[in-house]
């Protein structure tokens, strides 16, 4: 299957500072990525879909100005989370849509694991 | 959202058994993914249905595009340790929109 990374893999900041989480689609060109949060034992949220080129598309109650999205090219979008509270502490998961082969499918990060104190 | 009706919620089973687990839909889907989670990493894909009646597999693993494309389940042959994590299954209804996904199925497997 398709490889996608993420960076960092974890990172601590403290309150008030902003994070930025890269995902790149390493051995194909994606041009809709997404952005997910997960919950401890729940599934997964989508935050958002990333369009390489335009803006990205928020899910009712995701703050686009809380979660700056950038999808600057085919391979990589970003995740900046913005004056973090520890509220927004969470496991972030990105995932790239990959349309080749016989069908549309997804594949996802490794996941960062935010935790702002 | 719209969430998947994935059942069951969790099961142990001995290992060496057999496991079947299964999403419902309200809606017609054009896809059916099925992935493993395990705990602090990202979803894996494990197989991916694109036509109703489909039946593929991957190892031990096989799943079916259901006919009425409502619904989707999963196997597993021969559990060992290493089958424990969360499935989840998740669909589509069409190119441009996103995953819809199932709650989860926590699997524990007892050596």
């Known amino acids: 299957g398709a490889v996608v990374s993420q960076h960092p893999s974890r990172v601590i900041c403290k309150s008030g500072t902003s994070v930025k989480i890269e995902c790149r689609s390493l051995d194909f060109q994606a041009t809709t990525m997404f952005w997910y949060r997960q919950f401890p034992k729940q599934s997964l949220m989508l935050m958002a879909t990333?369009?390489?080129?335009?803006?990205?598309?928020?899910e009712q109650g995701v703050e686009k100005d809380k979660f700056l999205i950038n999808h600057a090219s085919l391979t990589l979008s970003t995740l900046t989370v913005t004056s973090a509270h520890p509220e927004d502490s969470s496991f972030y998961i990105c995932?790239?849509?990959?349309?080749?082969?016989?069908?549309?499918?997804?594949?996802f990060g490794p996941g960062t694991r935010l935790l702002v104190l | 959202g719209q969430q998947l009706n994935q059942s069951p919620q969790s099961m142990f089973i001995q290992e060496g058994e057999d496991v079947s687990m299964n999403c419902t839909s309200s809606?017609?889907?054009?896809?059916w993914l099925w992935y493993k989670q395990e705990p602090g990493e990202g979803p894996v894909l494990l197989i991916a249905l694109y036509k109703a009646g489909e039946l593929t597999s991957n190892g031990r693993l096989t799943a079916q595009f259901g006919i009425t494309r409502k619904d989707s389940f999963l196997n597993i042959s021969a559990s060992i340790p290493s089958d424990v994590g969360i499935y989840f299954c998740?669909?589509?209804?069409?190119?441009?929109?996103?995953?819809?996904f199932g709650k989860g199925t926590r699997l524990s497997v007892i050596a």
């Open positions: 809606s017609i889907f054009n896809t």
């Open positions: 998740a669909g589509r209804n069409s190119g441009n929109t996103p995953l819809v």
């Open positions: 990333s369009n390489e080129g335009s803006k990205a598309t928020y």
């Open positions: 995932s790239a849509r990959d349309g080749r082969g016989r069908g549309e499918t997804q594949y």
